[in-house]
């Protein structure tokens, strides 16, 4: 009987499965999509999570990120350096593959099927028939998992979704950019030095190019080729509870509020070495607790700012109070940025 079940190979999956092959366990990856894994998503990661790959022996290539910068349409600009070092703009199909690297480097085995089936049996899950110790699923925003235990709950108000591309010039700053306009917010990443990614969350469903006509400063300086358009969404996802017998769901397959505060990658992390510490003392029960506070600062923060910009006035206003202020914008971003800790 294999100790652990990971679903998903997202970055949060394989994660799991590293941390559980370095604990001693025999894990196993289900994963039905070959080759790196895209997905619409800012590709920035903070100082915290850039600490937990290289802890786990992973360093994609990427682009320095020397902190957060806020822009608006009136001109106004705040912004805020990370004080433990810099973050990595990293694509995210490279993250994927150097977590994949490591995992064939650690002899962890990834079977090209998706579970499919999930029944407790007290001492052990069924996972498709076949025992295990513990399932974890890190199968994502639209987890099948979560769907297939009936932890899904319907999420309330606004449907906000993410579109990012590519654009092939050289990033023009160091700093990820937060670009505002009245309904809705731009990301702008360096992920190399020819490469900006530019991502937008929208609760208006709108195209990527409507989106972006928001945004004139930020188009002129948008001058190269551009790649497809990807998409996600929605952002918000609820779950009952993040345990269910002997499986654990971890990242954003757990629940989701939004991509507003970037913090997913460095979250994720945590509540993978979270859930194999809670595999080795065998009381998947502990996770439901853990996970719950790791996710609390990030999700007031991000329910907060939400709430804030949901308020068309006081939207207006947050670029330029953020810039009278820049110590409270740097307290709230470096915030954000330390390393998470796990409790013991």
């Known amino acids: 009987m294999r100790d652990l079940v990971v679903a998903g190979g997202g970055p949060v999956g394989l994660a799991v499965a590293l941390y559980a092959a370095r604990a001693g366990l025999d894990v196993v990856v289900r994963e039905p999509r070959t080759g790196p894994v895209d ?31 806020y822009v608006d349409g009136s001109g106004a600009a705040a912004e805020a350096v990370f004080g433990a070092g810099p973050g990595r703009g990293v694509r995210r199909t490279t993250l994927h593959a150097a977590l994949s690297d490591a995992l064939d480097r650690a002899g962890v085995e990834v079977e090209p099927e998706p579970v499919r089936s999930v029944r407790d049996a007290g001492d052990h899950v069924l996972v498709d028939d076949e025992p295990a110790r513990h399932l974890v699923a890190a199968d994502g925003l639209h987890s099948p998992v979560r769907r297939l235990l009936g932890l899904e709950v319907a999420a309330r108000g606004p449907r906000r979704f993410g579109l990012r591309c590519h654009v092939r010039q050289a990033p023009w700053t160091p700093f990820v950019e937060v670009h ?3 309904g809705a917010e731009a990301y702008v990443t360096p992920v190399a030095d020819d490469l900006v990614g530019v991502a937008v969350l929208t609760d208006s469903g709108a195209p990527f190019d409507e989106v972006l006509l928001g945004f004139p400063a930020l188009r002129e300086r948008l001058t190269g080729e551009r790649t497809k358009v990807m998409g996600a969404g929605p952002l918000r996802q609820r779950s009952r509870r993040r345990v269910a017998g002997r499986t654990m769901l971890v990242g954003d397959a757990g629940g989701y509020v939004d991509a507003l505060t970037g913090e997913g990658i460095a979250l994720g992390l945590a509540h993978a070495r979270a859930a194999v510490a ?52 740097s307290a709230a971003v470096n915030q954000l940025a330390r390393p998470i800790e796990v409790p013991a």
Request: proline fraction near 9%; aromatic fraction near 4%; include cysteine.
């Open 278 to 329: 809670c595999a080795v003392a065998d009381d998947p029960a502990r996770f439901e607790a853990v996970a719950r506070r790791l996710s609390r600062r990030h999700e007031l923060l991000t329910h907060a700012l939400l709430r804030a910009t949901a308020h068309r006035p006081l939207r207006r206003h947050l670029v330029p109070a953020a810039a009278r202020a820049p110590w409270l914008f």
């Open 39 to 69: 997905k619409a998503c800012g590709e920035g990661l903070m100082p915290g999570a850039v600490a937990d790959l290289a802890a786990l022996g992973v360093h994609p290539d990427g682009h320095p990120l020397s902190g957060i910068r």
């Open 180 to 182: 505002w306009s009245p």
